[in-house]
């Protein structure tokens, strides 16, 4: 056949829409995985044809063959990771984008995107209470908004020792005062990879018996380093049971000092949302950088996420991308492709946009009450099992416990808790990973869908100890 035919373009959008229906409708009831997922995998595994089989067969194949092998991750019941979904407004507006294709590097790129995109972080400001006048990039989620606002620290620390990062990097430097929690994220130490400042150069400074930064030995920390300048690196909700640095503590030791504090706030700066959760993130409006992530509880599709700079020359200074066929970056039309990495961007903005104009503040606001309350009544159940153990309050949206039939050694329940999170991911019809809180192997369920509901935490605390049960009995002689 031709390549490509212009006469396909309407079938496929249909069948497209009719499936993509189909599945909306039905997500709600479907398992978190296929127990035919590996089965339909093979069906793909062929060589290259030599003859195209055209458009709809190709996607006839892909729906028919494939589901099967996807992750019902935009459902009810996946509680693995921190994985939001897409609201109905934001999912729109993400179909509406592959329609339109635009290239959201600069305003002669795509007016609407780039705008939208000012627009939306504006908004985000105002929700998550930030300075309105910070500035900020989308980018692909937490990891790169981290890198965003860890770039912008580097190139500040750099200038601070009379170097430029950016134009001649840190060859011959001495290496970057940078400390953190027990609690810090691996993306963020990723990053410090990424930009060659060295994913082990963090010094965890916790405190006693926690997981959370130590203020006194921050404080004891920089009074060594002198007048040297260094970077502190906060988070705002830990995925393994949702602690928080003391955000407010740091910026108050901070205040004065040459020092940059980054706050990694991926889901848990929507705490800022609640009256009854704001005080754990108290403090970051006086971050020099935060980051977080949009596919996580804003419930916009994969992948997006928002890189914040309280001082916009530090996105400038980390980002120039400059050749003579590409725009400059002026007020009225600016090139968000020099304010982050991305230069190939996606107009991520359409779908934060339609979620924050179709939802508002107050919408968001009951979302994460809503969450909180779901994440409660879970640490309930769990708590009220004799075979469960909750390890960890429950601050946010978090619920860290284990499996614990009694009469076991620590070991013996490590290796249980281990199989149970396995066979949860295999079992399918929830979806929630292990983990490893303060020397134990645990669980660490997520709420942060928009479709949620009481009963699928309520079935998800029964599924646990059913096959939590059924582990134990195995492995009993």
């Known amino acids: 056949m031709t390549f490509p035919d212009r006469d396909e373009l309407e079938e496929v959008l249909e069948l497209v829409a009719q499936e993509a229906r189909s599945y909306v409708a039905s997500v709600d009831d479907r398992p978190v995985r296929s127990p035919r997922t590996r089965e339909a995998l093979e069906a793909f595994n062929r060589a290259l044809p030599e003859h195209g089989s055209g458009a709809s067969q190709a996607l006839r194949e892909l729906i028919d063959q494939g589901l099967d092998a996807t992750v019902a991750s935009s459902g009810p019941r996946c509680f693995h990771f921190v994985i939001g979904g897409a609201t109905p407004a934001a999912l729109a507006a993400d179909w509406w984008t592959s329609a339109l294709d635009q290239i959201a590097y600069a305003w ?3 007016p609407l995107s780039v705008e939208l995109e000012r627009v939306a972080l504006a908004w985000l400001l105002e929700l998550f209470e930030l300075p309105a006048s910070f500035s900020g990039v989308m980018t692909t989620g937490a990891t790169m908004a981290n ?11 750099s200038e601070e020792m009379g170097l430029d990062a950016f134009e001649t990097g840190l060859a011959g430097a001495p290496p970057v005062p940078i400390f953190c929690s027990r609690i810090v994220h691996a993306s963020a130490t990723k990053c410090l990879g990424m930009l060659g400042l060295g994913r082990a150069t963090p010094e965890v400074l916790a405190r006693e018996g926690s997981n959370i930064l130590d203020v006194s030995r921050l404080e004891r920390a920089l009074d060594e380093l002198g007048d040297r300048p260094a970077i502190v690196m906060t988070t705002a909700g830990d995925p393994n049971a949702g602690e928080f640095d003391p955000i407010a503590e740091v910026a108050e030791l901070l205040r004065g000092r040459r020092a940059w504090l980054h706050v990694d ?44 700079v309280r001082d916009r020359q530090w996105l400038g200074k980390s980002f120039r991308y400059q050749a003579e066929y590409l725009p400059d970056d002026v007020e009225d039309e600016p090139v968000l492709g020099q304010l982050g990495p991305e230069s190939s961007r996606r107009a991520r903005a359409l779908s934060v946009w339609a979620t924050l104009r179709a939802y508002g503040r107050e919408g968001y606001r009951e979302l994460v009450t809503r969450h909180c309350a779901l994440a409660r009544r879970m640490a309930r159940l769990v708590d009220e099992a004799p075979d469960l153990e909750r390890l960890a309050d429950v601050t946010l949206n978090v619920v860290c416990f284990r ?33 490893t809180f303060r020397g134990r192997v645990a669980l660490r369920p997520a709420l942060s869908n928009w479709r949620t509901r009481e009963e699928d935490v309520d079935a998800f605390v029964e599924v646990v100890r059913e096959l939590g049960g059924r582990l134990g009995r195995e492995a009993r002689p």
């Open 265 to 308: 706030g991926a889901f848990g700066l929507f705490a800022r949302l609640d009256p009854t959760t704001a005080e754990l993130v108290r403090g970051v409006e006086h971050a020099d950088s935060v980051a977080v992530d949009g596919h996580k509880w804003l419930n916009v599709p994969y992948d997006c996420g928002f890189g914040f």
């Open 147 to 157: 890198f965003v606002g860890l770039a912008s620290a580097r190139q500040w620390w």
């Open 403 to 435: 499996y614990d039939p009694g009469g076991s050694t620590e070991e013996e329940l490590d290796r249980l808790n281990a199989a149970l999170g396995r066979a949860l991911i295999e079992d399918g019809r929830f979806y929630v990973g292990s983990t």
């Open 108 to 110: 002669v790129s795509s």
